[in-house]
């Protein structure tokens, strides 16, 4: 006992001792709380994060369908920031990404399926995605769901594009027709499968009649696919030659361009193809309707000036470009811009190009400023500056996908077959199922004529698309072509040679009408000396010319010749383009000559 308390009586001592225990009991209860307070602030903060993080993604589905891209993006973007593991933000950026057709969509519809199930309307984005990005295999995944008891006219558009990719025609055919007789169909729909049935007619009359039968039916309406509806229409009024159209084309012209011109959801770009309508059925008034078109448009927004400049460089009516949009105009926008400087590069002004570019008035991209400039340097003969520039444009685009592919394209276009090489190596590095990237790399690979550069690629895209039928089979073509010739064939050959054979007939199997299949089918039973079976390969089959391509004309070729069919063979050989063959190709079809 302290001495202060020693003057105290019993009971004051034993009352100040009970409001002692009253103070400590009641410090301890205070601590407590506050340790418990301090535990659940983090649960708290992190309950009002994942609900911020769903509100923003509830605005951001509610804005996607609306089709305002802009606040979409704003709004998925703030749910994935707050919360990038929730499965309701990964689903609005997934959603916002493949509604804007961007393949970098299929990584967040993968983590949104680890989280949660996928919605039909989950699974219909994914495969719309997966289509678009030619990642065949899942695809297929996504299509089988989609068309399963719940499926809707959507999902059979779905379905009908996949079977098209895959050469499936009839299959297609098949369900375009239920998209079409399916009362719940919209008229975008109606639009979208009508298009697709024109594409699939080709020659056949009676189905090219029927779609146009229909789409002449969709322009009557006053909304978007009404619109674009026209558009087709009038751009095939335009590939039917001036001198042949009779009276009644004519007239359909004239109908038809009214009709742009007035639709109440016509633009600058409408607008002019419904005067293009008017030059193609007289082209006797062709400066006087570019005349009136520069008076209707020299005066607009950028965007329809924009519109105009791509009509009159089209025309190559570059000087008229740049007295309607001259420099201070031009410089409103960067896509104005841009079409000034196309302009002055088609006149051949490649120095005022490069002194507007070097001069940054006006900052275009920075991938875009060296692309062009790189362009100008070639033109003039820089030689050492065209490869610095192509060069910095390659560095300054980094990883970003967006700007490699732009620029392998660019590339690819003006004849860089290294820059363009390098940039869509880079975008395939970055993302290595981005389809378009892959494509650019086969193409330049096609392109150098080099066979075992070419396998290379495929093989590299048969592992990333194990079950496409079209990978499949050109990467056992070229696989063939490079295996030793007859004389040299070891056992091991033979045995690789059997092989493809049985996986050509069984992509025949699949697609009957494939050319391409048939050609793998039958040099693969030449190379084995089977030449009789490999001509059968081609029995009761009708080649549309369209899809006659230079290896094709060889390898059948060469089964001619092997055939005793010497006359044949030589009619073939003469229409086949020795500069777009393999050099494996090139021995085949010369020694087959020799025979």
């Not at 509610?62 to 920031?81: P, Q, R, V």
């Not at 295999?137 to 008891?149: D, M, N, Q, Y």
């Not at 059979?156 to 299959?171: C, G, I, M, T, Y």
């Not at 409103?332 to 196309?342: E, G, I, K, T």
Request: charged share 25%.
């Amino acid at each position: 006992m302290r001495d202060a308390d020693f003057m105290l009586t019993a009971e004051e001592r034993r009352f100040k001792q009970l409001r002692r225990r009253k103070i400590i009991v009641i410090v301890i209860g205070l601590v407590l709380a506050s340790g418990l307070v301090l535990l659940s602030i983090r649960p708290a903060t992190s309950a009002i994060k994942t609900w911020q993080a769903r509100r923003h993604a509830q605005k951001a589905f509610s804005y996607i369908d609306k089709e305002n891209w802009t606040e979409a993006h704003k709004e998925a973007t703030a749910a994935y920031e707050l919360r990038p593991k929730d499965p309701q933000a990964l689903r609005a950026v997934a959603r916002f990404l493949s509604r804007t057709r961007q393949i970098e969509a299929l990584d967040f519809w993968k983590q949104v399926a680890e989280k949660t199930p996928l919605t039909h309307e989950d699974v219909r984005d994914e495969a719309t995605i997966a289509i678009i990005a030619g990642d065949r295999e899942r695809a297929e995944a996504a299509v089988r769901v989609v068309t399963g008891p719940q499926a809707e006219p959507s999902d059979w558009l779905l379905a009908a594009q996949l079977s098209l990719q895959k050469n499936l025609r009839d299959e297609a055919k098949s369900y375009l027709e239920k998209i079409i007789a399916d009362q719940r169909t919209t008229e975008s729909q109606q639009l979208r499968a009508t298009l697709l049935q024109l594409a699939l007619a080709e020659d056949n009359q009676s189905e090219r009649t029927n779609a146009l039968t229909r789409l002449k039916k969709l322009a009557q309406g006053k909304a978007a696919p009404s619109l674009d509806a026209l558009v087709v229409l009038a751009q095939n009024a335009l590939s039917i030659p001036a001198e042949s159209s009779d009276s009644a084309v004519a007239h359909e012209a004239v109908d038809l361009s009214r009709a742009l011109d007035s639709h109440p959801l016509a633009k600058a770009q409408h607008k002019l193809l419904a005067l293009d309508l008017l030059a193609h059925i007289d082209p006797a008034q062709r400066e006087t309707i570019i005349a009136r078109a520069i008076a209707n448009w020299k005066n607009a927004e950028p965007e329809d000036l924009v519109a105009l400049a791509d009509w009159l460089n089209g025309k190559r009516e570059f000087q008229k470009t740049l007295d309607t949009i001259p420099l201070e105009k031009a410089i409103q926008s960067r896509d104005l811009f841009a079409r000034y400087l196309d302009a002055l590069g088609g006149l051949g002004r490649w120095d005022e190009v490069k002194q507007q570019l070097e001069s940054q008035r006006f900052l275009l991209d920075p991938v875009a400023q060296s692309m062009y400039l790189a362009r100008c340097n070639g033109q003039l003969g820089e030689g050492t500056a065209a490869e610095n520039n192509w060069r910095a444009a390659l560095e300054t685009a980094g990883t970003d996908v967006s700007r490699l592919m732009t620029l392998g394209e660019y590339a690819e276009k003006n004849e860089n077959a290294q820059i363009a090489e390098a940039a869509y190596n880079k975008a395939a590095t970055v993302s290595p199922k981005l389809r378009p990237a892959q494509d650019g790399r086969l193409r330049l690979a096609q392109a150098s004529r080099d066979t075992e550069k070419l396998h290379t690629v495929l093989a590299q895209m048969l592992a990333l698309w194990p079950h496409d039928p079209a990978i499949q089979n050109d990467e056992a073509y070229t696989r063939l072509m490079l295996l030793p010739a007859k004389a040299e064939e070891t056992p091991q050959s033979r045995s690789e040679v059997a092989a493809i054979e049985q996986l050509a007939e069984k992509l025949i199997e699949r697609e009957p009408a494939s050319l391409p299949h048939r050609t793998l089918l039958g040099l693969a039973r030449l190379r084995q000396g089977r030449a009789a079976d490999a001509l059968q390969v081609y029995a009761n089959i009708n080649v549309p010319e369209r899809v006659l391509t230079p290896s094709a004309l060889a390898v059948h070729a060469a089964i001619l010749a092997a055939t005793d069919h010497p006359e044949d063979a030589r009619t073939e050989r003469a229409q086949v383009p020795f500069d777009k063959l393999l050099p494996q190709e090139r021995a085949l079809i010369e020694g087959s000559d020799k025979k």
